[in-house]
């Protein structure tokens, strides 16, 4: 057996502890980034992206968005403002967020609509549409 080493997702309103775990692979804010067994400690910020994790031959992907990875030799704890198992992302609402992100920045004219949070939304929703597809 390849060594582990233990992964938690922590969000404000939830912890996925996924145990034991061969690889991670993270958004990080210059690119994605693998982590296994023994890997250097470090302190990474991460973007909106897909994690995936593998366990033996399964693999599990989460919609994440913006945070922190703490790498440590204890394992590695993901800190993020929220985390979507892509089993659990419902695609009609993400299709939906990506409908009204894309509307909204149509209607960037309009003084109401502010453009920058109309951007992150549609990014969050593209990337819940990706994981999601991935079930």
Known sequence: MAAQFHLEIITPTKVYDEGEVDYLRAPGVDGAFGVM????????????????????????????????AEITADGVQLLVESAEPGADIDLARAQAAY???KQNLAQKQDEMIDELRALRALERSMNRLKVGEKK
């Not at 302190?43 to 992206?49: D, E, P, Q, S």
């Open 37 to 68: 067994a023994g890997h250097t400690d470090s302190i990474m910020a991460l973007t909106v992206g897909e994690i995936k994790v593998v366990k033996g031959s399964v693999e599990t992907t989460y919609a994440a968005t913006k945070g922190y």
């Open 99 to 101: 409908d009204r992100a």
